[in-house]
């Protein structure tokens, strides 16, 4: 029998919920498939399309004069990467971005044709050729952000501060010294992109939060480059090897300038020998010749010597064992103040020999000679002091005025403050403080007395004698600025003689060193020129470069001068040289 149509419907219907249900049994197999048994698969295919572990490099920390001014600092330099699976045409997008970043076409197809997520294109890129790869508009190339170090001031303080490799890691100066504080943090993330490769989260913001520690040096620019004019003006004029200036507060012990000629640029170190990276003010030793003077009358004034003594100069030869001492300009007798202002090497030696040897040891390494600083710069010398018990008889009397010993400039600048102001020792200073990039003050250096090494009576008297220097006959008249009591002492050093014993005698070390105001010194300078031509007296080659370090610096720091003393400028005499 027939079915009824009511019959039909319900077997249709019938089959319909069949189907139906069929349908839904497939879909939550497939859905179980698909969420079970192959979720983590297919979970980190789609995240390997929009998601990718990135590493971010915090911006390196700044560094700062004492004014805050920027001596190094970080600008954005994004990277170039792409993701070469994302690449339609790689000849044709290889040869856009070798236009704009260089290269070669093969390498960039190279790169562009690997079978993975990432390639890095170029590193740290000027922001303009970053711009110019955006508008290019290639999907799968990307600009993430980066940073890399940048010297403002380009040669200033070149030494001093040092420099990064490509990678800003620290390998010269202070940015080697203080690299751990400097570095930024590395944190390790995600980064998002949407449909179409654009990434959504740069990383700059993370950045932010992961810079480095601030370091405030006690440098002040302005100073810094008066001392780097005028010490290359000195070189330069009496075409010497190389030079140092430093210029620090006697009272503090802070360096204001730390100068250095030759100099370079940081910001292209490359094209630069390594020889001029080196911080020679703090590194390399020498022998510091008639500016010891200063400290062994000092040492003998402390030990109560009168002022007024009298000692018997030979008349220019004086011998000591197996050695003669000459003055460039013979004496009978002079007084200690005299022997200073004249600076006469058998005034001196006569002197060391008065006191002894085992007083002049003491006194050499009570100012700090023969012991680092602790300056915190990359490879400090200690320069050279022999044990008291390795002296001969003629040792004493070489070192009284400079010789058979050496120094650094650090030490030598260190020693002369610490007659500027009233006997202390500083502990030089370099770095102010080191901040956090919140804020926060991680270590601050304050002014450190080291010890007191002669009587503020004795500092007293010795400034005297030293402010005769650069008055009328005095050696270092070049050196006298209108209106200010200046206090100094000059020096013209031999260098020891290449591949023979003794020294030469065309080879030479230009110093000048000292302080003023004399009644309340506010800084304390040295200039060294190695090896200077034709003329190599202290007084000619390094006092005029003092003079206009100090006078620059006086303007500067609104140092009045005395109205009393304008008029007062000492006569130039041909044979006050030394």
């Known amino acids: 029998m027939a079915a009824t149509p009511y019959e039909k419907i319900g077997l249709r219907i019938l089959f319909i919920r069949f189907f139906l249900l069929l349908c839904l049994v497939g879909i939550v197999i497939r859905s179980f498939d698909i969420q079970i048994l192959q979720g983590e698969a297919l979970k980190k295919k789609a995240e390997n399309t929009y ?16 004014h805050l001014n920027k001596l190094g600092a970080s600008i ?25 970043l260089g290269g070669s076409q093969a390498e960039m197809e190279k790169k562009l044709s690997q079978k ?8 740290r890129v000027s922001p303009a050729k970053a711009d110019a790869v955006k508008k290019l508009n290639i999907v799968g190339i990307y600009t993430p952000d980066n940073s890399k170090r ?52 740069t990383g700059k913001n993370k950045r932010n939060g992961l810079k480095g520690c601030t370091i405030v040096l006690s440098l002040d620019k302005r100073i810094q480059f008066f001392s780097e004019q005028a010490l290359e003006q000195a070189v330069k004029e009496h075409r010497g090897k190389s030079g140092m200036a430093l210029v620090m507060q006697p009272a503090t012990g802070e360096l204001l300038a730390v100068a250095h000629y030759p100099e370079f640029n940081p910001n292209n170190y490359g094209d630069f020998s390594r020889s001029r990276y080196r911080n020679r003010a703090m590194t390399d030793a020498f022998e510091p010749g008639s500016i010891m003077k200063v400290i062994t009358v000092a040492s003998a004034i402390e030990r109560g010597m009168s002022a007024t003594t009298i000692i018997n100069c030979e008349k220019g030869n004086y011998r000591v064992g197996g050695s003669v001492i000459h003055d460039t300009h013979p004496h009978t007798y002079l007084t200690p103040g005299q022997i200073v202002k004249f600076s006469s090497n058998i005034g001196a030696a006569k002197i060391a020999q008065d006191i002894g040897p085992k007083a002049m040891h003491y006194y050499l390494k009570a100012f700090g000679f023969g012991t680092k600083t602790g300056i915190n710069c990359p490879a400090e010398s200690s320069g050279v002091i022999l044990p008291l018990n390795r002296w001969t008889s003629i040792d004493a009397v070489a070192m009284s005025f400079g010789q058979g010993m050496s120094v650094t400039a650090l030490q030598l600048v260190s020693a002369v403050s610490a007659i500027a102001n009233g006997g202390k020792l500083m502990k030089p200073l370099l770095v102010k403080k080191v901040r956090s990039n919140s804020g926060e003050i991680l270590q601050e250096n304050k002014p450190c007395v080291v010890r007191q090494v002669i009587s503020a009576k004795t500092a007293g008297i010795v ?43 065309s080879r030479y070390t230009a110093a000048f060193a000292g302080f003023a105001p004399f009644d309340n010194p506010a800084l304390a300078i040295l200039v060294v020129v190695d090896e200077p031509k034709q003329n190599h007296y202290g007084g000619i080659v390094a006092a005029p470069a003092f003079k206009d370090i100090m006078a620059r610096s006086f303007n500067y720091l609104n140092i009045a001068p005395n109205i009393d003393m304008i008029a007062a400028v000492p006569r130039e ?5 030394d």
């Open 463 to 505: 400034k005297k004698m030293m402010a005769r220097v650069v008055q009328e006959d005095g050696t270092g008249t070049k050196a006298a600025i209108p209106g200010y009591r200046i206090c100094g002492k000059t020096s013209t050093a031999q260098k020891a003689a290449r591949g023979k014993k003794g020294y030469s005698n």
């Open 51 to 66: 998601v990718r572990g990135i590493t971010i490099q915090g911006d390196r920390g700044l560094i700062l004069d004492r």
């Open 76 to 100: 954005d330099a994004p990277n170039i990467t792409a993701d070469p699976t994302q690449i339609k045409n790689v000849r044709q997008a290889a040869g856009q971005l070798v236009k704009i």
């Open 573 to 577: 005499v041909s044979h006050a040289a």
């Open 116 to 123: 993975r997520r990432f390639a890095l294109l170029a590193s």
């Open 150 to 201: 940048f010297y403002p001031n380009r040669r200033l303080a070149a030494q001093v501060i040092g420099f990064t490799g490509k990678d800003d890691h620290g390998l010269e100066g202070l940015e080697f010294s203080y690299n751990d504080f400097l570095e930024g943090r590395i944190l390790k993330t995600q980064e998002y992109r949407d449909g179409q490769g654009t990434i959504l989260d």
